[in-house]
């Protein structure tokens, strides 16, 4: 940002030599100096906005496609996740009707364990 300083101490120079001068044609001269050094530094500054907005267009699409790529691989570790929850609850209803079945079979032959509490017995008999 040296340019905005150069040009900042320009501007002041300038200043205090418009006061002091007192002809009109030196006094014209330094303003048409002076807008033409205006017009550069809109012109550079223009250029440098637009180089900005081309960087944080740039910063934006590479943000979005890091927060795609991590959103992508977010949902497939949680399909993995839901996929692992499916079979283990498939693999416990499994052996839940395995022994729900034993329990019944031996209930039906009057085999139940001792342990097996008199409200379950007569649960199964029904």
Not at 7 to 28: A, M, R
Not at 66 to 89: A, P, Y
Not at 94 to 109: F, H, P
Request: charged share 35%.
């Amino acid at each position: 940002m040296d340019f905005i300083n150069n040009f900042l101490e320009y501007k002041k120079q300038l200043f205090v030599e418009l006061q002091t001068d007192q002809d009109p044609q030196v006094i014209e001269t330094k303003i048409s100096a002076y807008n033409t050094r205006v017009t550069e530094v809109w012109d550079k500054l223009m250029g440098l906005e637009l180089q900005l907005v081309d960087q944080l267009e740039e910063a934006v699409k590479e943000f979005e496609r890091n927060l795609s790529d991590m959103v992508g691989v977010f949902i497939e570790k949680v399909q993995g996740h839901f996929s692992t929850c499916r079979d283990l609850e498939n693999q416990h209803h499994e052996r839940l009707l395995e022994i729900s079945m034993v329990t019944l079979e031996k209930a039906i032959k009057n085999e139940l364990d001792e342990d097996v509490s008199e409200d379950l017995r007569m649960a199964s008999i029904k």
